[in-house]
T-cell receptor, first 117, second 108 residues
Framework: DAGVTQSPTHLIKTRGQHVTLRCSPISGHKSVSWYQQVLGQGPQFIFQYYEKEERGRGNFPDRFSARQFPNYSSELNVNALLLGDSALYLC????????????????FGEGSRLTVL | GENVEQHPSTLSVQEGDSAVIKCTYSDSASNYFPWYKQELGKRPQLIIDIRSNVGEKKDQRIAVTLNKTAKHFSLHITETQPEDSAVYFCAASTKLSFGAGTTVTVRA
């Protein structure tokens, strides 16, 4: 059974460009979350999506946006890239119980390492 | 939002000794506290978690304790082995605010 898959694994962009990162959750998981991990720090919460709706947003500027598709895959978009956006972007999926409550455990993908020059 | 602080930032232990990492959180409504292990260049993976209705949970050499009154929780690793060397992150709440991480080095 495939885990969370992310693409691309690595990419290099220049300042001002935009980037789209993609994530496919584990089969059966309807919730997807995005995290930014700067080298030497813990993952920082960016977005959570469940049933194609944004359920939470971290302290990130409007340059960051995301969406979730009917098949529960997700995209993270970052516009007007800055040097400080260089980081590992992690996608995580989780199972949502019938009650609508998240099970809690996040399953992470390998991440997309973005370098902004 | 939730604010999670983690200490220490680095921890070096002799193989066979115990390692303890501590975290505090700010949101008293947080009810889920996982610990993730991240090896160099790899994804974070859940090693143990605890919910607010229990005070302690153990899984072989790993245990987690939770003090809801004081809003802190700790990871305990006993009989450390070289393969325990990694970065460990604590987190709190359903949207998971992570601590800054603890780099654990187990000396052979």
């Amino acid at each position: 059974d495939a885990g969370v898959t992310q693409s691309p694994t690595h990419l290099i962009k220049t300042r001002g460009q935009h980037v789209t990162l993609r994530c496919s959750p584990i089969s059966g998981h309807k919730s997807v979350s995005w995290y930014q991990q700067v080298l030497g720090q813990g993952p920082q919460f960016i977005f959570q999506y469940y049933e194609k709706e944004e359920r939470g947003r971290g302290n990130f500027p409007d340059r960051f946006s995301a969406r979730q598709f009917p098949n529960y895959s997700s995209e993270l978009n970052v516009n007007a890239l800055l040097l400080g956006d260089s980081a590992l972007y992690l996608c995580a999926s989780s199972f949502v119980m019938k009650s609508g409550r998240a099970s809690g455990e996040l399953f992470f993908g390998e991440g997309s390492r973005l370098t902004v020059l | 939002g939730e604010n999670v602080e983690q200490h220490p930032s680095t921890l070096s232990v002799q193989e066979g000794d115990s390692a303890v990492i501590k975290c505090t959180y700010s949101d008293s409504a947080s009810n889920y506290f996982p610990w993730y292990k991240q090896e160099l260049g790899k994804r974070p993976q859940l090693i143990i978690d605890i919910r607010s209705n229990v005070g302690e949970k153990k899984d072989q050499r790993i245990a987690v304790t939770l003090n809801k009154t004081a809003k802190h929780f700790s990871l305990h690793i006993t009989e450390t082995q070289p393969e325990d060397s990694a970065v460990y992150f604590c987190a709190a709440s359903t949207k998971l605010s992570f601590g800054a991480g603890t780099t654990v080095t187990v000396r052979a």
